[in-house]
């Protein structure tokens, strides 16, 4: 009310003051009015009136201004310390684009102080291939013909810095307006990082895109609610769609067959809980024409900030793999039954088949060699061949084996082991690639018996030989043999002859007959004649050949031994063949005591002796010779019974009697062997069946 009033007051003087001036009467009366003041005073006291007045009437307004002041540099203050503060660059330029804000983030980012800014344009902050459209833009903006969309909506492009550099920014516009002054304040943020990111992202995402292309496997990605939000090529090509099927994410649960999608439901379930899938097989029906597809297929999920947002898998078509595995299947089994049969064929051949390392060591064997030598087949791999070939006579370079090893041929060998086996081995290379020898097929077989269908036929061959020499021979023998009885005879019945010259006629009579029968039995022998056998005893055939011979070995001194049963079972035989055998052995036993041992020693004996033994459910009757003379040596054994072959020195013996004997044995249905080692026994041994019921009669 005060306010008004002295308002008022002040309003009416101050019309009176200047009406007043120009207005003498006016103001005399005023004065008369007044008490007479002098027109000077009146006018000062109205002055100071009017100046009290004045000043009650600007106080509150200057006051006003004072805090209007106070609050605009509080606000300049604040938003300088904000523009300092604010992490991004922030510049305002009037209506003629120059610059009267520039923020310490500004001369950061650009490399300008504020000093070189404030008053500049803003176009030198931009490149020159855009300064001239800024220009354009911003006169066309303060002269309203442009409108206000590019503000509050960020932009993204290049700026300049100080240093020539053009980075990337992004660039927020805001108008400020005073009345009619308009600024724009410009926030720009330095996106080059953000943006090298994204086009690393979007490089990394296009590898991903190429590399998974070039993957022979399905790759795809789906979101919490199955539909497929990625798929390679593959995986398109797989499941039929194209990219624009892809775009409307189809479900994974449109390719599964019926029975697959309540499992796989679950296992998607699984999957989005973190849980890693592996190996899960399903059944795909792409199409109605098609067959169905089984794929194994292996997922994960896809987190992201720490949240599971879909997950990616892999599914591999296993439906060839399948079908390829059935048919190995089938063929492992077909191989199976083949090897059995293989197998089954291999350990029926009695023959020894091995396969061998280069060192010599058995790989496998079949059951022919586990059968030849004794063993079981399991214990043949990895034992040298030495150890299974013991004695054998073609070792170290001689072995077939070690030469096929060598020359890449195949080779083969006759050969004897110390079981006294004859070997016919052949050797047979398996080579690589390459054509490297990395074993060797072993094939052994026993021609034991061959050998010796051999070794007898050639001595049929030989004894062929024979007889045509001895049919001449026989009579150039027979007919002085017969001359030299009948003299004898003749003599011997002569009155005149005393008893002493008569035993000698008789004697010579004897042993004359006894060449002949000889030459006859070599004749009949020769010429493969039956003989007609009777039943004799063995110990009266062999006193009958100790008496022709004794007095020949005790003259040599030779002990004899002699442990023969008087009781023994009789033999179907010929009792002079039997002798001939008999003095053929103890002949050459002589012979090689006296060649051992010239003059008398303890070991110098002769040892016959008998025994009964089984054959084959044969009762058969034995006799041994057992002499401690030179022995043999081992490569001659196996020809000692051919005809004509001889240990004896060249006109010492005729290769014939040993011959001879094992013919005469054998055509009684005996057998005859002979075992000797060198330089310490020779034995003979002469196996005859016992005479049976009907050949006693």
Not at 349 to 370: E, F, K
Not at 588 to 611: D, M, V, W
């Amino acid at each position: 009310m005060r306010r008004s009033v002295f308002t008022n007051v002040g309003l009416l003087l101050l019309g009176l003051l200047i009406s007043g001036v120009h207005k003498a009467d006016s103001a005399a009366a005023l004065t008369a009015g007044m008490g007479g003041l002098g027109q000077t005073q009146f006018f000062m006291i109205l002055f100071l009136v009017l100046q009290s007045l004045l000043i009650l009437y600007l106080l509150p307004h200057v006051r006003r201004q004072k805090l209007i002041q106070k609050a605009l540099r509080g606000s300049e203050e604040r938003f300088n310390a904000a523009a300092t503060a604010i992490s991004d660059a922030l510049v305002a330029i009037d209506e003629q684009s120059l610059v009267v804000l520039f923020n310490p983030a500004a001369e950061r980012l650009f490399g300008y102080s504020r000093d070189q800014m404030l008053g500049q344009p803003l176009d030198c902050l931009l490149p020159k291939r855009y300064r001239d459209r800024h220009r354009e833009a911003v006169k066309d903006y303060f002269s309203g013909g442009a409108s206000s969309r590019v503000f509050g909506s960020p932009l993204e492009l290049p700026a300049l810095c100080a240093d020539g550099r053009e980075i990337v920014v992004e660039l927020s516009l805001s108008l400020l307006s005073d009345g009619d002054t308009r600024t724009v304040l410009a926030s720009f943020r330095d996106i080059s990082r953000r943006k090298a990111d994204e086009e690393a992202l979007r490089q990394s995402e296009e590898r991903f895109r190429e590399l998974a292309d070039l993957l022979p496997q399905s790759v795809f990605e789906a979101d919490l609610q199955g539909r497929v939000t990625f798929a390679n090529r593959m995986a398109l090509q797989f499941a039929g769609w194209s990219t624009e099927d892809l775009a409307r994410q189809p479900s994974v649960m449109d390719l599964l067959s019926l029975e697959d999608r309540r499992r796989a439901s679950s296992n998607i379930q699984r999957v989005l809980a973190g849980e890693l899938l592996l190996n899960e097989e399903y059944t795909l029906q792409v199409s109605a024409e098609s067959p169905p597809l089984t794929v194994v297929v292996a997922a994960a999920p896809i987190v992201r900030n720490e949240q599971v947002v879909g997950l990616r898998g892999i599914a591999v078509d296993v439906s060839e793999r399948l079908a390829v595995e059935q048919l190995a299947q089938e063929n492992s089994l077909k191989f199976k039954r083949l090897y059995q049969e293989y197998q089954a064929l291999l350990d029926h051949i009695p023959d020894a088949i091995t396969l061998y390392n280069p060192d010599l060591t058995v790989v496998r064997s079949n059951q022919g060699a586990a059968r030849l030598l004794g063993l079981p087949v399991t214990e043949l791999p990895g034992t040298h061949c030495s150890a299974l070939w013991v004695g054998c006579s073609a070792a170290g370079e001689h072995c077939p084996v070690e030469r096929c090893f060598r020359s890449g041929q195949v080779e083969q060998a006759f050969t004897k082991t110390d079981d006294g086996r004859s070997w016919h081995v052949r050797a047979f290379p398996v080579c690589n690639k390459d054509g490297e020898r990395i074993n060797v097929i072993s094939l052994a077989s026993d021609v034991t018996r061959q050998r010796q269908l051999e070794q007898e036929a050639s001595r049929a061959n030989h004894l062929a030989s024979l007889g045509e020499l001895a049919a001449g021979v026989a009579h150039e023998i027979n007919n002085p043999i017969n001359g030299i009885i009948n003299y004898a005879q003749i003599l011997a019945d002569d009155g005149q002859i005393g008893e002493d010259n008569r035993e000698v006629l008789r004697g010579i009579t004897e042993e004359g007959e006894r060449i002949a029968n000889i030459v006859y039995n070599l004749l009949s022998f020769a010429r493969d004649r039956q003989e007609t056998k009777t039943p004799v005893r063995l110990g009266d055939v062999l006193s009958a050949a100790l008496a022709l011979t004794e007095s020949q070995l005790r003259k040599d001194m030779i002990l004899l031994d002699i442990n023969v049963d008087p009781g023994l079972p009789l033999v179907n035989a010929h009792f002079q063949q039997l002798q001939q055998v008999i003095l053929n052995i103890i002949s050459n036993a002589r012979y090689a005591l006296n060649q051992r041992y010239p003059e008398g020693h303890e070991g110098k004996t002769f040892a016959i002796c008998s025994e009964i033994v089984q054959d084959a459910g044969e009762a058969r009757v034995m006799l041994v010779f057992h002499d401690g003379g030179t022995g043999i040596p081992a490569y001659q054994l196996p020809k000692i019974l051919d005809p004509f072959y001889t240990t004896k020195p060249s006109g010492a013996g005729t290769g014939l009697g040993l011959s001879i004997s094992h013919g005469i044995i054998e055509d009684h249905g005996g057998r005859l062997d002979i075992d000797s080692v060198e330089g310490c026994y020779t034995k003979v041994t002469i196996e005859l069946p016992i005479a049976k019921g009907n050949e006693l009669l």
